[in-house]
């Protein structure tokens, strides 16, 4: 197979170069979600054998872009799918379904339920299995020759590649970080599969909040990452954590990342030539698994390093490794993603966006028609606190935005003088949309008054700059351009995501109240989703190492 990739830091194009792959590399994916993990590994020479994902709603956009599959179609129809296959469902109806709770999904075995699981499991090669890795996992624990299977990859060969993203809002800073919360196991679950499949390596994707300790209901800290590493090493893989961030990678968007490869020990031993960048970063890891296999109770914290993009002496450890393709020579700004898709002045669209929707269609096909770009309604007032949100980008002043956000949040009717006198200077947009400037300080905080907000985290994009991580409902940050003062579409969202314009989105737009706890609406999947440019940089630093094993 004939693979291409790389970025050209002259054009900012990310242009095809050739390597050769001696076999196809097949992968399982975990907590899919709308597939942006997949497409990028896809990308570059992996194929999936099966992929899992609890939400329907991610589903039904991971099915549309993969298997071509109209699954809100087929329900209006009263047709089921063929590539897509609940593990267990409690409607038999797949229109029910598309909307179904997952937590409240059957366990597998439920005979009270409606399973798509074939009497012959080799058929479920090649599919997206809807339910929970915990079902599956009870699944795989009570079919060795299931196991086997996915091992030898459906006969196709050794699986050399699970990987995922597990679902991490208690290892996020912004969530719970509660160490026995539910979704806390779910890494544990990701190795308990990779332990009944065994593939060569495991790739484990979280946010970097799981690098920071929290304290459980004892006071005792709690390293995550370093229990993840623990366990793994039980299970014979020796792990190498990175923190990585998507735009070092090329991406429009600051994106920091925690990345976990674990490489199962007896493949590790075949690997060859590992030059002296990548001997330094498996040394511990080597160091670690050995202690761990005697005894898991001697392993401590501080015995497994991870190794982290942005400090000078690890950079070197990437750009001189199997990683040095995480590191881009020019990283892409907001602006390069979605200048030519505003509706006022609209530029061409960058050489960026062109060779991403090129790198793609190698799974999607070409182009040919902008989905998912429908413009969401701003009242008048929401579209001048726009403004305000554009102005203090603008100004990047802490202490001004402090005190803007003391009338707007608190509604202190008054400003001081230094802050007044730089807001004076700037064009605020009036009730009649026209950009107009305050003749005093009075005037500017009255204004500011009507302008109230409970937001808490909503800010202006920077057109120069990556776009901020948190961005996954329609809230979360307005555009920079003054002429387009509104929330982002979906489209605009997956573009900092650098998902490619053939990529289509489905379900729901949004959703709201007790529906977020378990509804995945398309501003969410692309949210959640591992962006596919970062996935397939993944991917070929895999590719380099699994290549190793080859004369």
Excluded at 20 to 27: A, D, R, S, T, Y
Excluded at 318 to 325: I, P, T
Excluded at 370 to 383: F, G, P, Y
Aim: net charge positive; charged share 25%.
């Amino acid at each position: 197979m004939i693979l291409t990739w790389t970025f050209d830091s002259d054009s900012r194009k990310i242009r095809w170069f050739s390597f050769i792959v001696g076999c196809i590399l097949n992968h399982i994916e975990l907590f899919a979600g709308c597939g942006g993990l997949t497409l990028g590994l896809e990308s570059v020479g992996f194929e999936t054998v099966l992929a899992n994902e609890l939400s329907p709603m991610a589903a039904e956009t991971f099915a549309y872009n993969f298997f071509k599959e109209n699954l809100a179609q087929l329900a209006e129809d009263g047709l089921m799918p063929k590539n897509t296959l609940w593990l267990n469902s409690n409607y038999k109806d797949l229109k029910p379904r598309l909307r179904e709770n997952p937590f409240s999904f059957p366990e597998f075995n439920n005979k009270n339920g409606f399973s798509d699981l074939p009497c012959d499991l080799k058929s479920i090669q090649n599919k997206l299995i809807v339910g929970s890795i915990v079902e599956l996992n009870k699944l795989l624990t009570t079919n060795s020759k299931l196991c086997d299977e996915l091992h030898n990859s459906f006969g196709k060969g050794e699986l050399d590649l699970v990987s995922g993203g597990p679902p991490c809002q208690s290892f996020s800073m912004a969530g719970m970080r509660k160490k026995d919360c539910d979704k806390n196991t779910l890494p544990w679950e990701f190795a308990t599969f990779v332990s009944l499949v065994r593939p060569k390596i495991a790739m484990l994707e979280n946010v970097t909040g799981i690098l920071r300790a929290f304290k459980d209901e004892a006071g005792e800290k709690f390293h995550a990452w370093h229990e993840v590493a623990k366990v793994f090493a039980t299970k014979g893989y020796i792990p190498l954590c990175l923190h990585v961030n998507a735009k070092y990678a090329g991406i429009a968007q600051n994106r920091p990342r925690f990345i976990m490869i674990a490489i199962r020990e007896d493949y590790f031993e075949k690997l060859k030539h590992l030059n002296e960048a990548e001997t330094e970063l498996f040394e511990q890891s080597i160091t670690f698994f050995k202690k761990a296999k005697k005894s898991i109770n001697t392993v401590k914290f501080g015995d497994l390093p991870y190794f982290d993009i942005t400090k000078a002496e690890h950079h070197k450890l990437f750009k001189n490794s199997f990683l040095n393709s995480l590191i881009a020579d020019r990283t892409a700004s907001v602006k390069d993603a979605l200048d030519d898709l505003k509706l006022s002045h609209p530029s061409k669209q960058s050489s960026y966006i062109k060779q991403l929707n090129t790198q793609f269609s190698v799974v999607l096909g070409n182009v040919t028609e902008l989905k998912n770009h429908e413009q969401r309604v701003n009242s008048d007032i929401v579209k001048r606190r726009f403004r305000i949100y554009q102005i203090l980008q603008d100004v990047d002043d802490k202490q001004v935005t402090k005190d803007v956000f003391n009338v707007l949040k608190r509604g202190v009717a008054d400003l001081s003088n230094e802050s007044a006198a730089v807001l004076l200077d700037k064009e605020f947009l009036n009730q009649q949309d026209r950009l107009v400037k305050f003749n005093s300080k009075f005037d500017l905080v009255k204004y500011l008054l009507e302008h109230p907000t409970k937001k808490q985290t909503q800010k202006a994009l920077i057109a120069d700059a990556a776009a901020p991580a948190a961005l996954s409902i329609p809230d979360d940050a307005c555009h920079y351009d003054k002429n387009e003062l509104r929330v982002l579409t979906v489209r605009e969202m997956a573009r900092i995501q650098s998902f490619p314009d053939q990529f289509e989105f489905r379900s729901k737009i949004t959703t709201g109240g007790q529906m977020r706890k378990f509804e995945v609406p398309q501003y969410t999947q692309v949210g959640n989703a591992v962006p596919p440019l970062l996935g397939a940089k993944l991917g070929v630093c895999l590719n380099t190492l699994i290549k190793r094993i080859y004369p």
